[in-house]
């Protein structure tokens, strides 16, 4: 994985003490409120409902043992024992007191980690793939590009007061597990006819309180002209992106209000104007960021593995999770694991510290030090021997981690709502863990198969509910909780919104309507390789929107 | 008629305070002070001189109603913020809770 240079660590370093002063400027008076929300949002530190939430970046969602570490010392020195995965693939810490976050984030940095444009109206830490650097189906690692653009766009002068955020995701494979569709620039990594590397560009894509599939302006971006290009469509952005309404300012509005074409034809004329200048990138430097990147040397292909045959046959539900919480890797002999942060009737993305150790500690031992984080909220390690599965199952088992839900009803993405957020209207845990009890049965969920369910608490929708299979959006009504359902979202290569089906339900009736829904589905699938997305696409609302309102 | 409370987050810890009688801030909803109509601006003026002060963050008046001589906010949001935490468990003890839970059921 990448390791800081001089500069990375000088400059992350003078961060913290910048920081440091700004804080004691603002805990003895010489800083006000105002003048001081600006900084601490550069710095990621937002005040929510309760307490400070301090967001700490995980660059594409990679991190190493040690790394995973200093998050559970983090919680556990600075907070109260625990953080959350979001789905940005950052943690979230819900308790640090202002005056100590400047000695979390010196101790963040000791280990390469910093909270740098993990909020504000920049560009946002960069997503991608959770299985890059190992998915069988990938076409080259999206990581690399990602390095590249965290460094391009790290307080970069022209893009620190940008209209809006600014969110930039990659995939490197067809299969799209990085919701590129649905950001502000998502680039798919491909080859063209003569094998050469690029990038298919999309723009505009978006959720929030108007969710927009991404345009496609490039079909193929050549590599070297990656930079050049961003440059290009958010030069177009900042120059022309709506500044009179918070509301409009996200890079969607602007596509859509001036059309694709026109938006494609204002980029690729910049582009021209820069695409020779510095900004080209060097084939020595792509190649020198690829080689932080490269596999270890060990991870060599291996034989099958009879033990683990016999393990599977032995203990059902070893077997279970092996078919669920792996994923086939480009090393014969290996998996991905995802270790599921969704127990049943837990807090969607949370970890305790001594869950963090423990993964550390497995992947430390048993996972070529890697670790990642998804963006549904989930812990992965990419890199595993399948002689290896057991062990590593067996000690999740004792961490309360071995939940074999991947994929499943129960993998719920759900933002921290009116629990914890300063702009939620309602809650998202409570009805998370409500629908997890009520599908808890594995049995019931394997037979349910793949089914996204994601739940924001409120419009700006961090739980991803347009893009949910069954999408769940919380709304006050009356000073009471309710909670409207849409259909047929997904965030993947087929990207789409999903379509509101009727009048919201009350926090007694919401769970009970998830249920109809999947037992409509369920009657109605083709078979049990019918998807429930596969099947609303078919069957359309109607037999959805009967079962819930009756046909009267 | 509602009465209100005056709130605001602690500029050190962040942590939900109300304004109490005294003029100070209060960690417990049950040391709020009630506020009639009539006085409630010149309650958020002092409140606001605290947050130039730097000694809260953001302070606003929310309303409540008195029950058994305890004030409780109206609105769900502003429930949640009083109890001090979310309506869930979280950390280890949501950890335990779960086992609980299974192991009653089981």
Not at chain 1, 228 to 250: H, M, P, T, W
Not at chain 1, 324 to 345: C, F, Y
Not at chain 1, 536 to 546: H, S, V
Request: glycine share 8%; proline share 5%.
């Amino acid at each position: 994985m990448y390791r800081y240079d001089e500069f990375d660590h000088e400059f992350v370093t003078a961060r913290v003490a910048q920081f440091r002063d700004q804080v004691g400027r603002r805990v003895s008076g010489e800083l006000t409120e105002d003048q001081f929300k600006p900084l601490r949002l550069m710095n990621g530190v937002y005040l929510q409902l309760h307490a400070y939430m301090l967001r700490v970046a995980v660059p594409y969602g990679t991190l190493n043992s040690e790394q995973m570490r200093m998050l559970a010392h983090v919680a556990r020195k600075y907070d109260r024992g625990y953080g959350h995965f979001t789905t940005r693939q950052n943690i979230q810490y819900n308790w640090p007191r202002l005056s100590e976050i400047p000695d979390a984030l010196a101790e963040l940095a000791s280990v390469e980690m910093h909270a740098i444009q993990t909020s504000g109206n920049c560009i946002r830490n960069v997503t991608a793939d959770h299985f890059a650097g190992a998915a069988e189906d990938e076409v080259a690692d999206p990581r690399p590009y990602a390095e590249i653009l965290r460094q391009w766009s790290s307080l970069h002068p022209e893009f620190v007061f940008l209209p809006r955020k600014f969110k930039v995701a990659v995939t490197g494979a067809e299969r799209d597990r990085a919701a590129i569709q649905v950001h502000d620039i998502g680039l798919h990594l491909k080859k063209d006819a003569e094998g050469r590397l690029g990038f298919a560009v999309y723009i505009g894509g978006g959720q929030g309180r108007t969710p927009m599939v991404a345009k496609k302006i490039r079909d193929f971006l050549p590599e070297e002209d990656l930079l050049s290009y961003s440059e290009a469509i958010l030069r177009v952005y900042n120059l022309n992106g709506r500044r009179d309404n918070k509301y409009k300012a996200r890079i969607k509005i602007l596509v859509h209000e001036t059309g694709s074409d026109e938006i494609s034809r204002q980029v690729e004329e910049e582009w021209e104007r820069i695409r020779h200048g510095a900004l080209k990138l060097p084939q020595g430097e792509v190649e020198r960021i690829r080689e932080y990147f490269a596999a270890p040397d060990a991870l060599a292909p291996l034989a099958p593995s009879p033990a683990l045959a016999i393990e599977r046959a032995r203990d059902p539900e070893f077997d279970a999770w092996v078919e669920r919480n792996t994923h086939p890797h480009r090393v014969p002999g290996h998996v991905s694991v995802t270790i599921s942060l969704k127990p049943i009737g837990g807090t969607p993305g949370d970890a305790t510290a001594e869950q963090m150790d423990v993964v550390a500690s497995l992947a430390e031992r048993l996972g070529f030090d890697e670790i990642r984080v998804s963006h549904e909220q989930n812990l992965i390690l990419p890199h595993v021997a399948k002689a290896d599965l057991k062990a590593i199952y067996d000690e999740l088992v004792v961490a309360g981690l071995a939940t074999a839900n991947a994929g499943l009803v129960t993998d719920i993405i759900a933002c921290p709502g009116l629990d914890y957020c300063a702009l939620a209207n309602a809650r998202s845990i409570p009805v998370a863990q409500r629908i997890s009890q009520r599908f808890g049965d594995m049995a019931r969920q394997r037979d349910i198969g793949d089914l996204k369910i994601k739940i924001s608490g409120c419009i700006n929708a961090c739980g991803h509910h347009h893009v949910g299979h069954i999408g769940i959006l919380g709304v006050e009504k009356k000073g009471e909780e309710f909670y409207q359902i849409s259909l047929g979202g997904s965030g993947d290569e087929n990207s789409s919104i999903g379509e509101i089906i009727g009048r919201g339900f009350s926090t007694e009736e919401i769970v009970d309507a998830v249920e109809t829904l999947v037992d409509t589905y369920i009657a109605r699938r083709e078979s049990p390789d019918e998807t429930f997305l596969a099947a609303y696409r078919r069957l359309g609302q109607a037999p959805f929107k009967d079962a819930l309102y009756g046909t009267a | 008629m509602t009465d209100k409370l005056i709130t605001a987050n602690h500029l050190g810890d962040g942590l939900v305070v109300f304004l109490t009688a005294a003029g100070g801030w209060s960690y417990k909803l049950a040391d709020a002070r009630v506020i009639p109509e009539a006085e409630l601006e010149a309650a958020l003026a002092i409140a606001k001189g605290q947050h130039e002060a730097g000694i809260v963050v953001d302070p606003y008046e929310i309303e409540a109603t008195v029950v058994e001589g305890i004030p409780v906010p109206v609105r769900l949001r502003e429930k949640i913020r009083a109890a001090g935490g979310p309506t869930v468990t979280y950390g280890e003890a949501e950890i335990a809770e779960r086992a609980a839970t299974l192991k009653h059921a089981g």
